[in-house]
């Protein structure tokens, strides 16, 4: 027995508390040497240390045959070592061609999925990886070279929970050296990979090709890239903790859709405005690394000191950020998309139109009043009754609408009237507007009143109540 790669796995596990009694783990098992050393050391394991174990495997389809024998040795090892086996079989190479990913993203993706429902059927808790430390420096230089900041050179976490279930990294502090002398000692076999020689993927170039480069002048390259990723991952942890604190002072949700307002972002500390804005986009598209420096960045600046009054940043996973004057949201595409026109016929009083577009209730009933004042509110309007010309339209805006206000020369812009409002733009489209028979304006609840129908000299009145459904629906 390799004791010593043992006690150091044992000792992991417990110093990171990555396991506990009563926990069932999934190993995702895919052939290869690490994920078959952390099996059998996780097997070794599990009796003294109260947990159970059991192995998914995915079938990318990536190498035909090469694939197909990949499982069925991990059925023989399954069958062999008497654990539980879920196997997926994915058309990875289909998937691609629907989606547009490329292989390792893609794979990444679907195995993950597979993973995460395998746990599920199996009534796991925790997933466990074979990631290891080669892995780890290899993953912070590759971050390096594309551009990252402190929380990419953290690099691979240890432990990290995902959909209700751990992942934990078991070997993330072991080289591969070591896994493959605990696997020749122990006379454990396993797959070879062809792919990991092929130079088009990045992670190979950067382990068959920069890494020996680099070696050249600093030969414990992989181990000092791993102790900036340990000592870097205390002070992320330590940044995120912060951030965390500010996002709950200032971000408000509302299923896929958070806010806040410019001004109480623009004091927090630039470092941990970025951290806001990402924090906010990881609850959005979970696991997505397509947020650079430069996309945060220019939502950064979009959030704070673009001088318009409003703008909109189209970015990855079908997600936009908005500012509408003060006010900056994030927002899944289709939760945007334009309000579709609606319009309703009014031909007698009372009336009562329930409209889901603009998220309320209009209705309208006889009363008395001798002024326009006496109970005219912003979500009530009284008009003359003889100088209401039917049937009334309710409508949302249309282009080149215009109103007549009282104490003001002419007409104005519909437009024009809710950008003096400070109408957030993606509102503007639920709004009901009324109009009488000659397609007058009469009124905008919460925003106007026109000009027309206001003599009530003849006494007879009508009321027009706009409520919105969190509002409730009672009179005053």
Same mark, same amino acid.
């Given at each position: 027995?390799?004791?010593?790669?043992?006690?150091?796995?044992?000792?992991?596990?417990?110093?990171?508390?990555?396991?506990?009694?009563?926990?069932?783990?999934?190993?995702?098992?895919?052939?290869?040497?690490?994920?078959?050393?952390?099996?059998?050391?996780?097997?070794?394991?599990?009796?003294?240390?109260g947990?159970?174990?059991?192995?998914?495997?995915?079938?990318h /389809?990536?190498?035909?045959?090469?694939?197909?024998?990949?499982?069925?040795?991990?059925?023989?090892?399954?069958?062999?070592?008497?654990?539980?086996?879920?196997?997926?079989?994915?058309?990875?190479?289909?998937?691609?061609?629907?989606?547009?990913?490329?292989? /390792?993203?893609?794979?990444?993706?679907?195995?993950?999925?597979?993973?995460?429902?395998?746990?599920?059927?199996?009534?796991?808790?925790?997933?466990?990886?074979?990631?290891?430390?080669?892995? /780890?420096?290899?993953?912070?230089?590759?971050?390096?070279?594309?551009g990252?900041g402190?929380?990419?050179?953290?690099?691979?976490?240890?432990?990290?929970?995902?959909?209700?279930?751990?992942?934990?990294?078991p070997?993330?502090?072991?080289?591969?050296?070591?896994?493959?002398?605990?696997?020749?000692?122990?006379?454990? #076999?396993?797959?070879?990979?062809?792919?990991?020689?092929?130079?088009?993927?990045l992670?190979?170039?950067?382990r068959?090709?920069?890494?020996?480069?680099?070696?050249?002048?600093?030969?414990?390259?992989p181990?000092?890239?791993?102790?900036?990723?340990?000592?870097?991952?205390?002070?992320?942890?330590?940044?995120?903790?912060?951030?965390?604190?500010?996002?709950?002072?200032?971000?408000?949700?509302? $299923?896929?859709?958070?806010?806040?307002?410019?001004?109480?972002?623009?004091?927090?500390?630039?470092?941990?405005?970025?951290?806001?804005?990402?924090?906010?986009?990881?609850?959005?598209?979970? $696991?997505?690394?397509?947020?650079?420096?430069?996309?945060?960045?220019?939502?950064?600046?979009?959030?704070?000191?673009?001088?318009?009054?409003?703008?909109?940043?189209?970015?990855?996973?079908?997600?936009?950020?908005i500012?509408?004057?003060?006010?900056?949201?994030?927002?899944?595409?289709?939760?945007?998309?334009?309000?579709?026109?609606?319009?309703?016929?009014?031909?007698e009083?009372?009336?009562?139109?329930?409209? #889901?577009?603009?998220?309320?209730?209009?209705?309208?009933?006889?009363?008395?009043?001798?002024t326009?004042t006496?109970?005219?509110?912003?979500?009530?309007?009284?008009?003359?009754?003889?100088?209401?010309?039917?049937?009334?339209?309710?409508?949302?805006?249309?282009?080149?609408?215009?109103?007549?206000?009282?104490?003001?020369?002419?007409?104005?812009?519909?437009?024009?009237?809710?950008?003096?409002d400070?109408?957030?733009?993606?509102?503007?489209?639920?709004?009901?507007?009324?109009?009488?028979?000659?397609?007058?304006?009469?009124?905008?609840?919460?925003?106007?009143?026109?000009?027309?129908?206001?003599d009530?000299?003849?006494?007879?009145?009508?009321?027009?109540s706009?409520?919105k459904?969190?509002?409730?629906?009672?009179?005053?």
């Amino acid at each position: 027995m390799h004791d010593g790669l043992t006690s150091k796995i044992a000792e992991t596990i417990r110093r990171e508390q990555l396991l506990i009694s009563g926990d069932k783990v999934l190993v995702a098992l895919s052939g290869g040497p690490d994920s078959v050393a952390l099996l059998n050391l996780l097997l070794a394991l599990a009796e003294p240390l109260g947990f159970t174990v059991s192995a998914a495997h995915v079938n990318h /389809q990536f190498r035909g045959e090469e694939s197909d024998e990949e499982e069925r040795f991990v059925r023989g090892l399954a069958e062999g070592l008497n654990i539980p086996l879920e196997v997926g079989v994915l058309d990875i190479p289909a998937y691609i061609r629907e989606t547009g990913m490329n292989a /390792q993203a893609a794979a990444r993706e679907k195995r993950y999925a597979f993973l995460h429902e395998s746990a599920a059927r199996t009534e796991a808790n925790v997933i466990a990886l074979g990631h290891h430390a080669d892995d /780890q420096a290899e993953t912070v230089l590759m971050r390096i070279l594309r551009g990252t900041g402190v929380h990419g050179l953290s690099g691979i976490s240890i432990r990290r929970r995902e959909k209700k279930v751990e992942l934990i990294r078991p070997l993330l502090r072991i080289y591969k050296s070591e896994i493959l002398s605990y696997l020749h000692t122990e006379r454990i #076999p396993y797959c070879k990979d062809s792919s990991n020689g092929k130079l088009k993927y990045l992670r190979n170039r950067i382990r068959l090709e920069v890494m020996p480069y680099l070696a050249r002048e600093n030969e414990n390259l992989p181990q000092t890239l791993n102790r900036l990723a340990e000592t870097v991952a205390a002070e992320d942890d330590f940044m995120h903790q912060e951030t965390k604190l500010i996002y709950e002072r200032i971000v408000r949700s509302e $299923g896929d859709r958070f806010y806040f307002n410019r001004a109480d972002l623009a004091p927090v500390h630039v470092a941990l405005q970025r951290r806001v804005i990402l924090l906010i986009l990881s609850y959005l598209a979970p $696991g997505s690394d397509a947020f650079d420096f430069q996309k945060i960045e220019t939502i950064r600046n979009a959030a704070l000191y673009n001088r318009t009054s409003s703008i909109r940043l189209d970015l990855e996973r079908r997600i936009a950020f908005i500012r509408e004057y003060d006010r900056c949201q994030f927002v899944v595409k289709a939760e945007y998309a334009p309000s579709a026109k609606f319009e309703y016929m009014v031909h007698e009083v009372p009336f009562l139109i329930d409209m #889901p577009e603009a998220s309320g209730i209009l209705s309208g009933d006889w009363t008395t009043g001798s002024t326009e004042t006496s109970m005219n509110s912003a979500n009530e309007a009284r008009f003359d009754a003889d100088l209401l010309l039917f049937p009334l339209i309710v409508r949302n805006r249309r282009n080149g609408d215009r109103m007549q206000i009282a104490g003001l020369n002419g007409s104005k812009k519909v437009k024009d009237i809710f950008i003096d409002d400070k109408v957030f733009p993606a509102l503007r489209d639920q709004i009901p507007i009324i109009l009488d028979g000659n397609h007058n304006i009469l009124w905008i609840p919460g925003i106007r009143r026109s000009v027309f129908a206001q003599d009530f000299s003849c006494g007879r009145t009508i009321r027009i109540s706009f409520k919105k459904y969190n509002q409730g629906t009672e009179e005053a």
